[in-house]
T-cell receptor
């Protein structure tokens, strides 16, 4: 158990809908990273927040957004969902930023029908 | 060309064998290298973290980095059926995000 929690574990929804994925980092960790893992693209970085501020963006679609709240938990919002958004979504946390080890949560499996 | 290339396998070995997993990369700016293990689409678990050329050993695992060749390896000694998983190499870029290889599936046969 990495200490990173993610809810829900599974999410099934329809195209065009909007969902919110939640991540609670390890106690004391200030950085949260979001990754998407699909069969054809592998594990890809989406976005990084540090202590409430966005620090880096990867190949995140405009339909996707994220935020980190004052209690350091983070939410990833996915809207206008498409079939291709079906994937595992992981968050990871680290103590600060920079070279710190990133610990991954168990993931949320999103299925878009 | 992908920034990180990794043979997807699957790699099937008998119990007790030495396993060699490899990745190559193209970005010479990568300075930090990791190996993660992932069971059945669960969260990746960090195995090794290295930041310099050479070898780093932890129990049955040895990570090797050759920056001049842009090549990293993970060796698993005395492999066990419980080592059966997907192994992901990852490199940290200048903005501290991880760039992952596609993963190698390993099966250790009893």
């Amino acid at each position: 158990d990495s200490g990173v929690t993610q809810t829900p574990k599974h999410l099934i929804t329809a195209t065009g809908q909007r969902v919110t994925l939640r991540c609670s980092p390890r106690s004391g960790d200030l950085s949260v990273y979001w990754y998407q893992q699909s069969l054809d693209q592998g594990l890809q970085f989406l976005i990084h927040y540090y202590n409430g501020e966005e620090r880096a963006k990867g190949n995140i679609l405009e339909r996707f957004s994220a935020q980190q709240f004052p209690d350091l938990h983070s939410e990833l919002n996915l809207s206008s969902l498409e079939l291709g958004d079906s994937a595992l979504y992981f968050c990871a946390s680290s103590t600060k930023t920079g070279r710190d080890t990133q610990y991954f949560g168990p993931g949320t499996r999103l299925t878009v029908l | 060309q992908k920034e990180v290339e990794q043979d997807p396998g699957p790699l099937s070995v008998p119990e007790g064998a030495i396993v060699s997993l490899n990745c190559t990369y193209s970005n010479s700016a990568f300075q930090y290298f990791m190996w993660y293990r992932q069971y059945s689409r669960k969260g990746p678990e960090l195995l090794m973290y290295t930041y310099s050329s050479g070898n780093k050993e932890d129990g049955r695992f040895t990570a090797q980095v050759d920056k001049s060749s842009k090549y990293i390896s993970l060796f698993i000694r005395d492999s066990q059926p419980s080592d059966s998983a997907t192994y992901l190499c990852a490199m940290m870029d200048s903005s501290y995000k991880l760039i992952f290889g596609s993963g190698t599936r390993l099966l250790v046969r009893p």
